[in-house]
């Protein structure tokens, strides 16, 4: 078994930015086929904004920090915590919040569903 990579080379991108939002990959810049990635960085008290999934199911990955994930205008509220992993259905109205002392640093993809 050889050590040697193939010839289908990955994208690589680092998490060092401490700006709010880095794209990361997207089928619109032609970085992914279908999915949309980003890293966020939300100060204490800060909230990303209430937006839907649309047609697209997303997973957040909670690098660093916790926070609140708010559905349905504030109707329902769910805590998390780093080294968690979240689902949010299609069609699903949310916020994210830091409710921490620190920063709070996650991964987001989102994928449209097939059907």
């Not at 050590?3 to 997207?26: A, G, M, Q, W």
């Not at 970085?31 to 949309?36: I, P, Q, V």
């Not at 559905?71 to 921490?100: K, M, R, W």
Request: proline content about 3%; hydrophobic content about 35%; aromatic content about 6%.
């Amino acid at each position: 078994m050889s050590d040697s990579c193939n010839n289908n080379h990955p994208k690589i991108k680092k998490l060092d930015s401490v700006e709010k939002y880095t794209r990361l990959f997207s089928a619109k810049d032609g970085t992914a086929l279908s999915l949309k990635s980003g890293y966020v960085v939300l100060d204490k008290n800060e909230v990303i904004g209430a937006h839907s999934t649309e047609d697209k199911e997303e997973i957040l990955i909670i690098i660093e920090g916790k926070g609140r994930l708010v559905l349905d205008g504030g109707s329902l509220c769910f805590a998390f915590n780093e080294n968690e992993v979240l689902y949010i259905e299609p069609g699903t109205v949310h916020d994210v919040q830091n409710s921490g002392d620190i920063p709070l640093r996650y991964v987001y993809v989102t994928c449209p569903v097939k059907t």
